[in-house]
Structures are given as structure tokens and as C-alpha cells.
């Protein structure tokens, strides 16, 4: 995948002004402050932790200050490396946009490791083929998603990062091909062979989720989403910049919040609460993925948030006529 910098890397970063210093502080607190939301949400939901609302309760909780002090430090770290490191507003663009392309991208690979090995074990334990494969214990543990989620999925999440760092691509048209073939092996094992378990569904939703919803930041870094064009084509760059910065804003990074907000709530919320319980489908014998599933509306929130904060601050430098700006159509041909 090209990211958003490949153009401008190879311009020397413009002046960096005020404005533009405005724009950095505002994007890197957004994403500080992100990362700072989810982990004070672990602390208090996994941990027990008070929370920043506890502070002024009684008795005195220091875990409540340490807390609010995580914050702090996020907006003092955030205003030293803005301030000691003047950058182009393209070039802070580029940055996130590489951090959000290998996030994409480990995540890819570790849903498709995740995949296989499930739906594996499935297939051998809905066949009885299991307990000869493995020890009776470690076959009673396999059948409980509370073991295998720590046990398969997180070490595997853990080398798709890895993997992700070495890769180069997204690979996202082979990911698609995988999902037509799962779907054609439902197909042919169903008509021809009159075999069909829960888990070859289940294999095909959990990547078609993965595919979909990971791969919307990466349709809105190459402008491949639905826009209603009534005015845009005709306005000019710096009019398309207004328009684009205030959009990823007003309406992106406010949907991603919300999101993120409703989501991360509370033990019992709609990402939160299948991710700590393991939630998995009725279907007993069918994979054990669906808390992930709940997950992958969390990913696309903080995905998108990234690549929103992206838009943003290449739409300030396009309002400002900055040079280095993307040229989206050739970048797509490529």
C-alpha cells in the first residue's frame, strides 16, 4: 500500500506556521487522548480501576489521580514533540497514515491466521477427531472460549503484528479470494458431497467483517467512498481543502467518537462486553470468533478515527496551497 507521505516525502516540508502548529497540536491530542481513553477503559473495566470521575469522591483513591495525571502527560508529551519537532502538515499526514497502515495491515494477517486455526479446530472437534489428537484436557479446554481466546487468538494476533512488520501489502484482493473460496467450498461440500457444518459459515462472515470493515480506511485514503457531489468536482483546491478538512471533523471523527464512546462504555457495552466475555454463537460446535467480530466495530472506529485525523491535517495543507499534495487517480492506477 502507498501511503499518503510518498509524494510529499520527496518535497522539502514547507514553513511551518502557526496555523499549521494549531492543526499538529490539535491532531496528535486526538490520537493521544485516544489511545490514553482505551487504556484508563482497561484499567477500569479489566483492573477495577476507579476513573478520573472518582477523584473527587471520597475517600482519596490515588488510582483516580494517576488516571487524570495519564491525560496530562499525553498533552505535555504531545505539545513537547509538536513544538521541538516542527514538521509539514503532509508529513505529520504521512506519519499517521503509516502507523494506521501497519495496524491495517497486522490485523489482516492476524484474522486470517485466526481463521485457519479456528476453523482447524473446529473441523476436528465437531468430527470427534480431537481428543486423539490431543490430550482429554486440552480437549475439554479447546471446547471453551474462555481458553481458546487467550490461548490460540491473542498469541496469533500477536504474530500477525509481527508478520505485519515484515510484509509490505495488504494484500487485500487475496483476502477477497480467500473469502470466495471458503464460500465456493461451502457450495461444493453442500451440493456435491451433502456435508455442511456451522463453522464454514462462520469462517466466511468472519472474514467478509474483516475485509469490510478493516478496509475502510483504506477506501477513504484513496477517496473511494460514496460522495454525493452536487458543488464539490468544480470548487477549487483550497475550497475542496475547507470542505474536506471540516468534513473529517464535523462528521468523521465525531461518528468514530461516538463509536469508540458507546463501545468502550462499560462492561456490559456492545464492544467492551463481548471482547471481555468471549462471546461466541450458539452454534456450539461453529467457531469461537465472534467476540472478535464485536471487536472488528471497534478497529474500524479507531481505523477510520486515524485516517479522519489523516484527511484532516492534508486538507488544512491543500487549503494553504501547500505543495506536495496527492494525486489520488494516479496513485489508484498503480
Sequence with gaps: MQTAGDTAANNPDSPVSRSDTTARLFSWLMLAYLATYLLNNTLVHARS?????????????????AQIALYLAAAVLVYKLVRNRPRSLRADAATITAINTYLIRSLFWAVLFIGLADMAISFVR????????????????????????????????????????????????WFALLIVIAELAIVITRFIFSYEQAFMGDLVRFW????????????????????????????????????????????????????????????SSIIYGPLAN??????????????????????????MLLQFTAQFLESCADYKKQPGGRKVATEIAH
Design 126 to 173: 465437531v468430527e470427534g477427531f480431537l481428543p486423539s489428537l490431543v490430550n482429554e484436557q486440552l480437549a475439554k479446554d479447546l471446547a471453551r472460549p474462555q481458553y481458546r481466546g487467550p490461548t490460540v487468538h491473542v498469541p496469533l494476533i500477536l504474530l500477525g503484528f509481527i508478520v505485519g512488520a515484515v510484509t509490505k501489502t495488504l494484500g487485500f484482493h
Design 208 to 267: 467478509y467483517a474483516a475485509l469490510f470493515l478493516f478496509a475502510s480506511a483504506y477506501t477513504l485514503l484513496y477517496e473511494g467512498h460514496v460522495r454525493v457531489d452536487i458543488f464539490y468536482a468544480g470548487m477549487k483546491q483550497r475550497s475542496k481543502g475547507f470542505v474536506n478538512a471540516f468534513g473529517a471533523l464535523a462528521f468523521g471523527a465525531t461518528l468514530c467518537w461516538t463509536i469508540i464512546i458507546i463501545g468502550f462504555s462499560g462492561k
Design 49 to 65: 480501576w476507579p476513573g478520573v470521575r472518582a477523584a473527587f469522591d471520597s475517600p482519596f483513591d490515588w488510582r483516580a489521580w
Design 278 to 303: 468471549f462471546e461466541v454463537s450458539q452454534s456450539g460446535f461453529g467457531m469461537y470468533t465472534k467476540y472478535l467480530m464485536a471487536g472488528f466495530l471497534g478497529v474500524f472506529a479507531i481505523t
